[in-house]
């Protein structure tokens, strides 16, 4: 398995709380990314970094924002999680443009 | 916006048989990557194909890159048990962005 961490494994909250899901890696690769994984929408793509404090929104990035202060460690936050944000977050990480990406084993997020 | 469907959504066989299951766009990609996902874990990469008609293969698994490549197929030849999994494809775009489509969900039985 690729070097990747994401931790919690499993929350669960209340609509209203912060949230910040933590993704580790030890592979110093340059690109790392936060997918959402919902039924009936695959996963979809919510912040993404290119390196140290250099991110950038995808595809579903409202109600999220991100940080990236060592090479390592990519964070996702929920400033103030709504029931919507429900979901299983994947962390990927790819070492250069247009190589293949590598996943974490997800995080599940309930938000009750 | 670039659309991608995967077909069939869903398939269920038994061990022994072969079969495939598509990825189409509307779109030209630049390359597109093949993953298996199964309940708990995060997708695992199976194979990138980059070249028009590109055919790859990983023992029992064949795949294939549309000659125009906008279009892709894995064939699974005397499907097993290990084999159950949700199979996903993801196009890469010019800007180096993956696209997921929903996935075929895959069970093979004993």
């Known amino acids: 398995d690729a070097g990747i961490t994401q931790s919690p494994r499993h929350k669960v909250t209340e609509t209203g709380t912060p949230v910040t899901l933590r993704c580790h890696q030890t592979?110093?690769?340059?690109?790392m990314y936060w997918y959402r994984q919902d039924p009936g929408h695959g996963l979809r793509l919510i912040h993404y970094?290119?390196?140290?404090?250099?991110?950038d929104k995808g595809e579903v990035s409202d109600g999220y924002s991100v940080s990236r202060s060592k090479t390592e460690d990519f964070l996702l936050t929920l400033e103030s999680a709504t029931s919507s944000q429900t979901s299983v977050y994947f962390c990927?990480?790819?070492?250069?443009?247009?190589?293949?990406?590598?996943f974490g084993d997800g995080t599940r997020l309930s938000i009750l | 916006t670039q659309l991608l469907e995967q077909s069939p959504q869903f398939l269920s066989i038994q061990e022994g048989e072969n079969l495939t299951v598509y990825c189409n766009s509307s779109?030209?990609?630049?390359?597109l990557q093949w993953y298996r996902q199964e309940p708990g874990e995060g997708p695992v990469l199976l194979v990138t194909?980059?070249?028009?008609?590109e055919v790859k293969k990983l023992k029992r698994l064949t795949f294939q890159f549309g000659d125009a490549r906008k279009d892709s197929s894995l064939h699974i030849t005397a499907a097993q048990t290990g084999d159950t999994g949700l199979y996903l494809c993801?196009?890469?775009?010019?800007?180096?962005?993956?696209?997921f489509g929903g996935g075929t969900r895959l069970m093979v039985k004993p």
């Open positions: 990927a990480i790819q070492d250069g443009h247009n190589q293949p990406q590598h």
């Open positions: 592979e110093n690769h340059r690109y």
């Open positions: 970094s290119y390196g140290v404090k250099d991110t």
């Open positions: 779109s030209v990609f630049s390359s």
């Open positions: 194909v980059v070249t028009g008609g």
């Open positions: 993801a196009p890469r775009n010019a800007g180096n962005m993956l696209t």
